[in-house]
């Protein structure tokens, strides 16, 4: 099973950190990415640029463009993981594993993924 591993925190905090602390944290968490990647668990990663970057559609009778993120939080999605692990307390093991590299607090939300084809059957 596929899950979504999403990064959320403060991105005032994560913004804040000095080049060197950003890179002390992007090696910790490439560790975690490394031992993932030699098994075979690694999908695709992606650090997100900052909320000040994004668009949102609303939906409705007729789509509305606005700038910024969707939900006004205090902590923001600020990446993604996907990694193959054959149950949740494996997905649950990565994550706390990318927490401790992490260093900060906010959180790491698992989502199983279920593959979209449109036309066909989800997997």
Do not use: H
């Not at 950190?17 to 098994?39: F, H, I, N, P, S």
């Amino acid at each position: 099973m596929r899950y979504a591993i999403l990064c959320y925190d403060s991105e005032d905090v994560v913004g804040s950190w000095t080049k060197d602390e950003d890179a002390a944290v992007m090696a910790r968490l490439g560790a975690v990415q490394d031992k993932l990647a030699e098994k075979g668990r690694l999908g695709p990663v992606a650090r997100l640029l900052p909320t000040t970057a994004a668009t949102t559609i609303r939906k409705g009778r007729e789509a509305l463009v606005i700038d910024g993120p969707f939900a006004e939080t205090k902590e923001q999605l600020l990446g993604f993981y996907v990694v193959d692990c054959e149950t949740l307390d494996d997905a649950i093991a990565v994550a706390q594993d990318l927490a401790k590299a992490s260093g900060s607090a906010g959180a790491f939300e698992l989502r199983p993924i279920s593959s979209f084809n449109p036309g066909g059957e989800a997997a």
